[in-house]
Structures are given as structure tokens and as C-alpha cells.
């Protein structure tokens, strides 16, 4: 009991001296984390609309195997990315491995599913309302799709959020393709991890505390927006 | 009232010979045939699943044929994108963007072709749109949050302001309380008045008396009468079409 309150209490005082350390752990996390949703908004927004709009052979499929990828374990990703960029990799001649665009490359592709499959989903449900009231109107192609997206717009920050919600929780992946080398690439996830082994306890809950702060605020904002669209826009 | 659309005639009247639609393997229309001329006020009646909006948005455009051939006055097929700026369509359900009621109705100019363009008239011809059909107070207001009726002239004012030569109108008045009923057949009956050709379903009977020149009765996909709606009302010709207008089986 002891020791839990020792390290609640140290990691309190690190958060109000802003320890440097802490704050450049909680800097980089966040570098890493919307630098990667940013990507992945773009790349998931695009693909979930296309999907949403669109109509081909094996379809369903495609659905199908979209939304199973929102479940990928964070370490096969890690493995994948690592593979790609080690030294003996397709991709290794660029020497990103352990930096942190090989974290924010993980995070991306963590990401992205999960942001292409519920805008594809929130997208397709607005189709489905608009599509013959935009036909009508004579609108077609990319101008119903800007309407739908800047429609959809509430819906569609709240899947980003989620998104970052996820980025920022995420350890796996990121420790297995960023080394978690100190300074360079050590988040708050990879550092928490850390440091409970060494025993600084302390540190770790600091960041523990920082970290559910910051999952809590992106959820309060989610829903705060949510909430104001429905009062301002119904 | 907004501009009348006595111009040249670029859709009526449009004719449509032999149409059927089917949809999983399903027909929902069979050897439709008809004509909507300039100027007429039609309404289409018929029970449940008869195929009344399906033919509504073959009419629009919105549905293509499974065989026969629906065409303007032109002999372009009513699915053409160039046709698209000569008539409007009113839905049962309307569908407001989230934004202002003042911005719905000029989303609907903006999707006009050149030629149909107001350019800086624009906003002028969305306030005479939204003062045709009462709602010029409230065109700040979000649309989405107004009452169904307020929504319905909304959808109403956006089809007007695209100066229509033909409004087609799936029951409008379907979910509307008899007061915003009443409005929009106001409205129905102003653009009428100005010479918009009127094509319109309903299971309301008395707005169709009121609104009605001509009846076009459907039947499980057929057209079982077409004929004037005094004759109509007064003594229906088929047996589905008595069915119907006294509610029980002859």
C-alpha cells in the first residue's frame, strides 16, 4: 500500500514541476500519435467512402474482411512493419527502423481499418438517406460525396478520435518497431512498460496518469461535439 | 410566387410506352403506358405496393425501366443528366442537410446547369423560394431541427427554386398533421396556378379531389384507369379502382 502511494504521490510531483523527461515522453507520444491519425484519417476517410458509395463484385467481402482487420493484434502489425524495415527488408534501405516514422507506419496501418470501417459504415447509412434526394437534384459523383463527408462531419471527427484514442493506448506495435530507445523513440505507452520493470514506479504512474487523462479528454471531446451537433445541426 | 416556368418546353411532355420494372425478380410495374402534357395536374392513386412511387421515379428519372421506354418531349430517356434541371421531385420523407433552412434550398441552385443558373441571383431567388411557401422567417434556423411540416416546405421551397417544368410529389403529405397538410397543397396549388405541371401520389382522397384534373389508378403494377377525376370520384370504371375509393370489396 505503501509503495502504491509513494508512487502516486512522486508521480503527482512529477506532472506539477513538469519534469522534463515526462514532458518530452508525453511530446513525442503525441508527435507519433497525430502524425499517424492525421495519415490515417486521410487514407481511411477516402477508402470508407469509396466503399460506402460504391458497387462491385465481392463487395461483402471486402466489408467482411475490413472490419476484421479493426481487430489486428498490435504486435502482428509490429512484426509485419519490423520485417518490412529491418535491414534485411523490402523496404530497409531507408533505415527507418527504430525512428519514429517507423512507429507513426505501424500506427497507421493500426489505424486506418478502423477509421475506414466505421466511416464506411456511418458513410453508407448517410447514402442511403441522401442518395435519391442528392439524384435528384442532379447531384452526382464527387459533389455528392463532399456532401456526404461535410455531412456526415460529427460523425466522422468522433471515428478520428476514436482513433487517436487507439493510437495513443497502443504499445505493442510501437515498442517492437521503435526499440523504445530513450530520447528517440520512448512513448508513454513503451515507457510505462519500462520503467514498472526497472522499478520507478513513480515515473510510470505519471505517465500512467497522463495517459488516461488524455484518452479521457479525447473521449469527452468526442462526445461534447457529438452532443452540440445534435442541439445545433439535429 | 417564384419564376414560371413558362418557358421552352425541354422534358413535357414526356411519354412513357410499354415500361415495366422489376426488381428481384419482382415486377413492380407492367406495360405502363402514358403521357404527362404540359401544364396538367395528375394524381396517382392506388393501394399499398401498387407501384405509384416506383412510376413516380421512372417519371424523374430516378428509376430505369426494365423494358419499354420512358422518354421527354425531346426522345431523350428521363434518366438523362441534362434533363435533371427541368424537373423536381418532392419525397415523402424529406431529407434536410445540416445546415440552415436558407442553405437547403440554396444547395438545390447550385447543382443547376449553366444555362438554368441565377448567378448572383441565387440568394434572391432562395429568399422568393422560401417566401412562396411561408417559411422566409425561419431561414436561419437549422433545418434539421424544424417540425416535419416545416421540413416538407423546406424540401418544397428547394424544388421550386429550380424553376421545375414538372413537380413530382410522393405523397407529400403523408406523415403531416392535417394543418401542415393543408400548407403544403397551398403550396401544391400556388405552383400549379403559375403553370408548373403537377404529378402527384397520394392515399389522401380529398387533397386528390381537390388537386386532380386527371387519375391514373394503379394496380398491383398496372394501370387499371386513367381518366378524368370528376369521372373518378363520381363513378370509378374498374373494380380495383371502387375498391379502393368506398374501402371494401364490391
Known sequence: MNSLTDAFVGALQLILNADATLLSIIGLSLQVSVSAVALASVLGLVLGSLIAVSRFPGRSLVIAILNATMGLPPVVIGL?????????????????????????????????????ALSRQTIEDAWRDYREQLASLGVRGVSAARTLLWDSRFSLVTITLAGLGRACAEVGAVMIVGGNIDGVTRVMTTAIALETTKGDLPLAMSLGIVLVLIVLAINILAQSLKSFAERRYG | ???????????????????????????????????????????????????????????????????????????????????????AMLFQRPVMLRTSAFNNVLYA?????????????????VWEALRAVGLEGIADRPARVLSGGEQQR????????????????????????????????????????????????????????RVAESIIFLHEGRITEATPAQVFFLQPQSTEGREFLYGEAI
Open chain 1, 80 to 116: 509485419l512493419v519490423y520485417m518490412l524495415l529491418s535491414r534485411a527488408g523490402p523496404l530497409g534501405s531507408y533505415g527507418l527502423l527504430f525512428t519514429p516514422t517507423a512507429m507513426v507506419i505501424a500506427q497507421v496501418i493500426l489505424i486506418s481499418p478502423i477509421i475506414a
Open chain 2, 1 to 87: 410566387m417564384v419564376e414560371s416556368p413558362k418557358m421552352i418546353a425541354n422534358l413535357l411532355p414526356v411519354t412513357v410506352r410499354d415500361v415495366s420494372v422489376i426488381a428481384n425478380q419482382k415486377t413492380i410495374l407492367r406495360d405502363i403506358n402514358l403521357e404527362i402534357a404540359c401544364g396538367t395536374r395528375t394524381v396517382i392513386l392506388g393501394a399499398n405496393g401498387a407501384g405509384k412511387s416506383t412510376l413516380l421515379r421512372v417519371l424523374h428519372g430516378l428509376v430505369k425501366p426494365s423494358s419499354g421506354v420512358a422518354t421527354s418531349v425531346r426522345g431523350a430517356p428521363l434518366g438523362d443528366v441534362q434533363l435533371r434541371a427541368h424537373d
Open chain 2, 109 to 125: 441552385t447550385q447543382h443547376l446547369s449553366p444555362t438554368k443558373r441565377n448567378g448572383d441571383g441565387e440568394p434572391q431567388a
Open chain 2, 154 to 209: 423546406i424540401a418544397f421551397a428547394r424544388a421550386l427554386v429550380r424553376r421545375p417544368e414538372v413537380l413530382y410529389l410522393d405523397e407529400p403529405t403523408a406523415s403531416l398533421d392535417p394543418r401542415s397538410a393543408r400548407q403544403i397543397e397551398d403550396c401544391i396549388q400556388c405552383a400549379a396556378s403559375s403553370g408548373v405541371t403537377i404529378v402527384m401520389s397520394t392515399h389522401h382522397l380529398a387533397l386528390a379531389k
